[in-house]
Nanobody, 120 residues
Framework: QVQLVESGGGSVQAGGSLRLSCAASRFAYCMGWFRQAPGKEREAVGYISSYGTTRYTDSVKGRFTISKDIAKNTMYLQMNSLKPEDTAMYYC?????????????????WGQGTQVTVAS
């Protein structure tokens, strides 16, 4: 089992920054961030593997960065140059599979989410 608790969401003006945190009871092989806007399907933001490899969805490349602090069992999502279309509930997820990808089916455990709202 992996317990995940997100924090750091809030409201920000377009162009601003936020850093989300995901406190985990332990790290899984693959740790990821997903988001879901009202009326839309959940989409992957990106992930970080146990080796530190990161991948991002095209819409956030160059703006978002995923990192982790092993000593604190915490993963982060640094979000810069935020746009109104980034508004969504953001979820932390963990997967114990043999590999990482942005496929949500690979993730066994999910947090409750933290809301990010970007005003234009």
């Amino acid at each position: 089992q992996v317990q995940l608790v997100e924090s750091g969401g809030g409201s920000v003006q377009a162009g601003g920054s936020l850093r989300l945190s995901c406190a985990a009871s332990r790290f899984a092989y693959c740790m990821g961030w997903f988001r879901q806007a009202p009326g839309k399907e959940r989409e992957a933001v990106g992930y970080i593997s146990s080796y530190g490899t990161t991948r991002y969805t095209d819409s956030v490349k160059g703006r978002f960065t995923i990192s982790k602090d092993i000593a604190k069992n915490t993963m982060y999502l640094q979000m810069n140059s935020l746009k109104p279309e980034d508004t969504a509930m953001y979820y932390c997820a963990a997967g114990d599979g043999a590999y990482c990808s942005n496929d949500p089916a690979l993730f066994n455990y999910w947090g409750q989410g933290t809301q990010v709202t970007v005003a234009s």
